[in-house]
């Protein structure tokens, strides 16, 4: 039976880190489960740990496991405390011997899409069976390569034989809010699904509700979804990101914003909202300086 | 088959004849034991007992139209009673045995009545006489109904037979004829006898055979020619007839007991029977099957009634009766946003839009859905997927998922149809529903094709399902409703509220009421209890207002509660309803007969109360003082919420106005009533509160008038007011009150009074001692003397030095105590009109005005409410653009790029592409070419004062949605083209558009004009323009828009610029000339008129008091121009007089007030007409050919006379 089906015992901790709430995954109770489901299940606590940035931890604890799964993590866990080089170097060495673990796939795959080689990223990802997340982390790519077409055809491939699973259904949003026009509704109904009950409502559904909404112009009611969401997390960054571009939108003054922007400088100084800024701030200088006024003042 | 619904049941002996009444809730119910009973079926409640009757009762009914009812018993009497007067008016005897079945003629004043002397008699009860005797049955005759239109009786007989009589013979003799002849009039006076043996009157039209047993029952359709009767042989039979004749139509077999009684459905084509078998059955009109049947274990039944007006019955059995009805009358809908969907009586599915308060037609037919006579029960809407469940209670439960079709086209059979067998159906998601079943406690989760995805077991044995949240149910048990998460499968939250009803979800989402019979439990999504309120009458419906008042309507009220769970009523209702959604005063519901209506409620009752509970004081204000918001329910409830300065506001009898003021510690009010009332208990009342407030001056008042002599002295004591203390023991005196004297001289250390006083009283002894102790030796030889005493005689105890009463450090009598602040709320000041900011807070005090003159905050008041129609009138969002070209060459382009593999084009750059707009430029984040295009457009070149727009422009171009852990968020563009999705004409959102810079900017711009606040004023207007710059239109009215939005912009800056200038050398004396010039000059620019009226104001004023009398006069000329009214005009008028007198300049300046002429907006220098000038590009200012090349003053921005294309703002 596939462990991931409705009756599945991996169904609920599959569930809980695609919903994105790490801390129940690492104290989800997988005592009961059977053999075959224990490395699964472990696999998602480990990268619950370092997504709630317990890189550190993790890679000490995982010192010396020579499992693909396992080393693939510590691999990736030492990717994200900035020790790249040797990441990569592992990580690229389990590629090329176990490409057909589905973990070293995922793993190896988001390294490599960090790293700029997404081309790499999705000959790796092909080579999935049946796994969802393959599916979604191949979506995300196609997006961040502005595919969206690629993205799409992803989608309705999957939805074909897995037409209710989260991640598709997340997908899908993704893959709509770039398309827009009424998708933009349909991204949002899943959204707010999520959002609203009470087991999945977590701020990146929230962040993701409130997305949507922002992009259909609903501006009063994107600024009630993000404010639930910093309740949640206050220093959630993308939401700290998004209530400033909010703000903007409803033609706020920028003293009504500024306490989010330190906020998210202090949350996280490389979130692309501030690099991409920053970046455009330089640019402007630059090019304002070419044009002069003929007769100096 | 669906079971009946018993609305009241009661428990008595066995009931033979059952009434409702036509109005009112009411039903007689005779019995056996010679009681009448009066219930109100509504409440439950035994309203009356009539016992005059020997034996047992059999007939009854209720008149019409007056208070009044019959009966007939087994004493053989019929007995016409007062309902108001609770007693028998009269009895009619003739019948010589039991007395079956007594009837009101529906119009005539007859009474109808059948008995076991095997007459049928009638009577007129107005002259309490008989006047027809119909014989013919011969055996008992156990019923017989007047037809309900035509002049014919019906009758049935234990002789087995059913007769029809005419009696239109009778009627035309008791008509009363214009005219009567003698013979008539004989006739007439042997009317009755004749009848005895003629049967003149009443004549039988038609024998009707067929029953093979004695007939106990019969009745006529409403309004087809058709016959009911039920008999012994166990069977009810259909008898139709025409003008000849009348013939059996068919049997309805079933019952297995003799059937005692039966009735036509008033409104349907069903006919109704009881019998001894114990059951009521249902039968098909048309097809003469049984459609339903109910049994009793234990009673049989007697009789059967049906209400003549609404869709309900009574049947009476061995233990009472039980009133109950066929069917749910509640319509099955759903309410989505401002829409509602509803099946109405021909199951047709309708919705109804609140905003226009239009019905559609009809959208689909459910005819097939369940089975016939059988509504739908409940509907759930789906706005995903514009789909609904629908569920009938038929066939132990169904439900069908239906589309509805995109537009309203007739009643047409819905294609496609998914069904299943459930009791309960609700969305739970976009694409989710559930179904619950009741007899395996089961709920299935189903996708859209109706498959299951999953099972759920109850937790609890359950009645019913609602929605409850996403991804969550509310499962109503019997004495619990349990929040359940479907995905987790568990209880998330459990509440004990007993037998829940209906759900109804507030407008935000946020709460609940959870309605059941009697009660009214709000909780919160999470299913913690709000608050709960009981019923005596049942609940029916409820719907929220969106400011979280719950609207719920009982049998015969509407009502709401507020969620501290503060309830009142808002309006009483003659029939049941179904609320579906309440908008300010309107409130909209479902009647039974499923047809939207509108009613009309005053909601100002409940919105005090919310606003009182919110502490809103400024709506509660603007509420009293708008409407008639009074009565005794208001009054008390603010007490007791503890706002009795509150409540005063509302109140006018002195009493309750006293005590109000009394508890609010209001003394002057209360002072008011207490003496227009003047009673001893409210000074006494008065005198309390007044002193713990510490207003002796009331207090003395008071004591004043209760007359309370030793608390007055007291308290002159205490506030040292000697003087009054000297009255009061004058007062004393006067009034031989020796205690009172004695006290009143202690009080003031009078020593000989008290002595005088002493000796008054024949006390010598004390009036010694008191002598004695003060040392006053001569007295004391005086009462010696006069008592005849000596000093042996006295034995004095030790005495020790007397004291004398300490005096008051203060005089405080002058003046109150400090008093102890009196609560004065907000509220109360705001009633007294001390709270300014109310009225006038719109209005710039006018000391802040740097030009002084008093009409101007009215002009400016006026002028932005001009603005405002002026531009009122397009109502653009910015965020819709239109359609934008189709750029043909550039799709074919596309279509090739986005073929193979590797990396697309973002959205940004579309959008660059797609866009000959710096704005959406700036938002691609291609700001080279952004520039390009603006130094093409309108020649900038200073880019610098724009860059704040441009990050801004920039920074809300995008947003992040967290996707893969590990990932960087995936960036989406934020549109204004959002139903959009051809990439060739998707263009970015940019933030304050047009309608934001109108509706703010340019109104701050003005308000600092107003105000005089000028440098703010000038960067609030450059701010203005920097906006413009980068901005997108909608359409071409708009584009012309911000273009005179630019040009106002210029001429503000320009004058206040000009003023500043001027402000600044205003205090050199050597330039006194440039100084009159720039006022003269800062008349020029075209500012609104209150506005311009302040320049020329002060043009006039600096000209006046610079002796340029000839220039004061055209500014006064001017400022009269436009207008001759008011302060301004009269300065004015007062100044022109004073400078034609004078006529002379005394300082020459650059101001030729004939010349036309345009101000350099640089050198603030006039520019006659004819002479060169050189144009910003952009702002179109002014200025002399010298400046060409440099940054305009007015934009900062661009470069004067570049060579411009002019600004783009229209995508086209």
Redesign the interface.
Known sequence: MDPFS??GELL?IH?L?HG?RYSAVINHDTSGLSAENSIPSRVYKI?SQ??TGQAAEVAAELEGEDSPDLAVLKA?AEY?QGNTEDAIHTVESLVGSSSDNATVQIIGA?VL??EGRSEEALTLLSKHQGSLEAV??VV?IR????????ALKEVLNAKRWA??SLLVN?AES?VG??????????AY??Y?????????ST??AL??QA?AE????RLPEAEVALQQALEKDPKHA?AL??M??LS????KE?NEFNENLSLLRDAAPS???LT??AQ??E??DR??A???????? | MQSMLTKFESKSSRAKGIAFHSKRPWILVSLHTSTIQLWDYRMGTLIDRFEEHDGPVRGIDFHRTQPLFVSGGDDYKIKVWSYQTRRCLFTLNGHLDYVRTVFFHHELPWILSSSDDQTIRIWNWQNRSLICTMTGHNHYTMCAQFHPKEDLIVSASLDQSVRVWDISGLRKKHSAPTSMTFEDQMARANANQADMFGNTDAVVKFVLEGHDRGVNWVSFHPTLPLIISAGDDRNVKLWRMSETKAWEVDTCRGHFQNSSACLFHPHQDLILSVGEDKTIRVWDLNKRTAVQSFKRENDRFWVIAAHPEINLFAAGHDNGVMVFKLERERPAYAIHQNNLFFINKEKHVRSFDFTQNIQSPSMLSLKKLGAPWVPPRTLSYNP?ERSILVTSPADGGTYELINLPKDASGAVEPTDTKRGTGNSAVFV???RFAVFNSSSQTIDIK?LSNST??TIKTPTSINDIYFG????LLLCAPSTVILY?I??KKT?AELAVSGVKYVVWSND?LHVALLSKHNVTIVTK?LEQVSSLHETIRIKSATWDDVGVLLYSTLNHIKYTLLNGDNGIIRTLDETIYLTKVKGRSLFCLDRQAKPKLLDIDPTEYRFKLALVKRNYDEMLSIIKTSNLVGQSIISYLQKKGYPEIALQFVQDPQTRFELAIECGNLEVAVEMAKELDRPKLWTRLSAEALSQGNHQVVEMAYQKLRSFDKLSFLYLVTGNIEKLNRMAKIAEHRNDYTARFQNAIYLGDVETRIQMLKEIDLYPLAYVTAKAHGLNEECEAILEASGLTEEDIKIPEISVPTSPSKAIVPTHQKNWPLRTASQSFFERALLGQVESMAIEDEAPSGTNGFGLDEYADNGKRFNGDLLDAEGEEDV?G?NMGDVDLNLEQADELAVE?DG???????AELWARNSPIAADHVAA?S??TA?QLL?RQVG?????PL??R???I???S???????????????Y??R?????DSRR?LP?I??DLE?VRT?DLRKGLAAMKANNLEEGVKIFRGVLHNLILTTVQNESEVEEAKKIIRTATEYIIAMSIELERRAIENDKSQVKRNLELVAYFTKPILELPHRQIALMTAMRQAFTCQNFVLAGHFASRVLANSSQGKNAETARKIKVRSEREGKDAIEIEYDQFAEFDICAASYTPIYSGQPFIKDPFTGAKYHPR?????CRVSQVT?IGAPASGLRLLAQ
């Open positions: 409705s009756e609920t569930n880190f994105g990268r370092i997504a990736f994200s988001t899409h960090l979604a982390l995300q997006l961040s390569q502005n595919r969206t077409d690629l037409q209710d997340l993704w809010l770039r398309i827009g026009g009424e998708k933009y509704q349909q109904y899943v707010e699904e999520l959002a609203q009950a009470p087991s999945t701020p990146s962040i993701g997305v922002l992009h259909l112009g993308d990101a998004n400033i571009v903007i939108l409803a033609g920028p979130h692309p909202f991409n800024v455009k701030s640019l402007f090019a304002a070419r044009y002069t006024a003929r007769v100096r003042a | 995903a998601a976009r694409n996708d995805t999953k949240g996403t991804g969550c998460d995905q987790q998330v989402g999470t969002t965020w986005t593999a590797g990396v697309g084009m973002s959205e984040g700001f080279e520039m130094n900038a070149v200073n880019f610098e860059k704040p441009f990050m801004e920039y920074q809300a995008k947003t992040y949605l967290p996707a893969t852990v590990g990932l960087p968020p995936l960036v989406n934020v549109r083209t959002v139903e959009e999705t998707i959102a933030p304050r934001s703010n400046y060409r090349g440099s940054i470069e």
